[in-house]
């Protein structure tokens, strides 16, 4: 680099800093409500490109020596040895950088701010050996789903991609032989625990975790006892434990877990047994004959969902293009567990209000046309609605169109 040159890129970041400068000296008090929210926005907007010229620039850094320049290793070292900030997260914007010498699609639109950096490193995570090249393929894929889709359904379609590249990878086979559990007592007595399930497993396990904790919830209000969730989890944990103990057999009842496979790719795994296929699998995230998830929208690989076939309760259910289901309506005014099942099949284990991602515990099934109106208590009428967007709905403003 020139003279010219090194003196115009000091000029640019020095012109960065005291633009900064002034956008952070704006007083935010005598702002109204519409520029706050115009600002959050571009605020956000800014800190992705932000990222994206850091991320970049760490890597060609890193490639021209300017660790070793200075008698470091790393170029987190560098960084951190000037800055003091956390040496991991300059390691994981380095890394991403590198990255993306790979994916030029990718780091064009990072630098125009239109992908965020968390969603560059969940594909990051994503890449492999055996998906690199259709990932290069499929960057505007990835895009239009950055572009349309909120951030659990983006994960979700990633899921699913990886899941019709990869049908014969080590994801269900590495997520069953990873199931472990450890237990440590220290010593003052206090139980230590660790572990990691696979999804099948997992959802179990949160299920019955999340009604016991839910029960505990109400309760505290009710007592007017304030805790953390935490607290709140952990009790529940030993809850369970102890109600299986006092079983008869001494073994616990079956939690209930929700999977959702369509016919298609039901048969081809079935198909897949018999027949060993390299073939892409039949899964798409926005194909409501290419689904195969749990009902919060976790994507499941279809060899985890074939264990189910042979216990599991088998629930038909017609969906149309749209994810919504057969109209089947009831006289009653509270909605029944198969219909709040079926509405929370269609939203994917998300509350419908944008923006909102409240856990898959928290769903409620909403009417639209409101009850007291005589609004049926039919699918057709019925919203999954986290508790929170619920009560503000009655209680607050409006909420924004779902």
């Known amino acids: 680099m020139s003279l010219v040159d090194s003196a115009s890129s000091e000029s640019e970041v020095t012109g960065l800093i005291a633009a900064l400068d002034e956008v952070a000296a704006a007083p935010l008090s005598c702002l109204s409500s519409d520029v706050l929210a115009s600002r959050v926005v571009v605020l956000e907007s800014a800190r992705a490109r932000l990222d994206a010229v850091l991320s970049v620039t760490l890597a060609e850094a890193d490639a021209a020596g300017v660790p070793a320049n200075h008698g470091l290793r790393t170029i987190d070292q560098f960084v951190a040895s000037r800055t003091h900030v956390d040496p991991s997260i300059v390691r994981a914007d380095a890394r991403l950088g590198r990255w993306l010498f790979d994916f030029p699609d990718f780091q064009d639109a990072f630098l125009r701010g239109e992908v965020s950096a968390a969603h560059l490193h969940a594909l990051r995570k994503t890449d492999c050996i055996r998906v690199h090249a259709a990932m290069q393929c499929d960057q505007q894929l990835f895009l239009r789903f950055v572009e349309t889709l909120e951030w659990k359904s983006f994960t979700n379609a990633v899921a699913y991609w990886l899941i019709a590249n990869d049908p014969d990878g080590d994801i269900p086979d590495a997520q069953i032989a990873d199931n472990s559990l450890t237990v440590s007592t220290l010593p003052d007595g206090t139980v230590r625990f660790s572990g990691r399930l696979d999804p099948i497993s997992g959802g179990v396990f949160k299920h019955q975790l999340a009604v016991e904790e839910q029960r505990l919830f109400r309760a505290d209000a009710t007592n007017k006892v304030a805790r953390r969730a935490d607290h709140r989890r952990a009790e529940a944990l030993v809850t369970i434990a102890a109600k299986s103990a006092r079983t008869t057999d ?22 897949r047994l018999a027949e060993p296929s390299n073939e892409p699998l039949p899964v798409e995230f926005d194909d409501v004959d290419g689904r195969c998830e749990l009902v919060d929208g976790t994507p499941i690989h279809p060899k985890l969902a074939l264990i189910l076939l042979a216990t599991a309760r088998m629930r038909r259910q017609v969906m149309n293009s749209k994810s919504r289901s057969l109209d089947l309506g009831t006289t009653t005014r509270q909605a029944p567990e198969w219909m709040r099942t079926a509405i929370f099949v269609e939203a994917r284990g998300q509350c419908r209000t944008a923006g909102c991602d409240s856990p898959f515990s928290w769903l409620e099934a909403d009417h639209r046309e409101p009850a007291s109106k005589h609004g049926p208590t039919a699918v057709r009428n019925l919203d999954a609605l986290c508790s929170p967007d619920n009560k503000w709905k009655s209680d607050g403003p409006p909420l924004p169109e779902r």
């Open 250 to 271: 001494g073994s616990p009842a079956a939690p209930l877990v929700h999977l959702t496979m369509s016919k298609s790719v039901a048969d081809d795994a079935l198909r």
